[in-house]
């Protein structure tokens, strides 16, 4: 019997750009913090990292929809 392969997981949305990497430096705490938040929800600091962003922008237009 034939084995399937296993559907592959994409860690990115489709459509995101990937060959333009921002970079961040962190302080040994801040960094030891963004770990550890990763780790809890399961996921990569790049993607925690995507996520705090995307968060961050809409805060940031929705504050600036109501000034």
Same mark, same amino acid.
């Not at 392969?5 to 030891?32: A, C, D, H, W």
């Given at each position: 019997?034939?084995?399937?392969?296993?559907?592959?997981?994409?860690?990115?949305?489709?459509?995101? $750009?990937?060959?333009?990497?921002?970079?961040? #430096? !962190?302080?040994?705490? @801040?960094?030891? =913090?963004?770990?550890?938040?990763?780790?809890?929800? $399961?996921?990569?600091?790049?993607?925690?990292? #995507? !996520?705090?962003?995307? @968060?961050?922008? =809409?805060?940031?237009?929705?504050?600036?929809?109501?000034?």
């Amino acid at each position: 019997m034939k084995q399937q392969q296993p559907k592959r997981l994409f860690r990115s949305p489709k459509g995101v $750009v990937t060959n333009k990497p921002i970079y961040v #430096r !962190l302080m040994p705490e @801040e960094l030891e =913090e963004f770990q550890q938040i990763a780790n809890q929800e $399961v996921r990569s600091i790049s993607a925690q990292a #995507r !996520l705090f962003i995307v @968060e961050a922008m =809409e805060r940031y237009r929705n504050k600036a929809e109501h000034q």
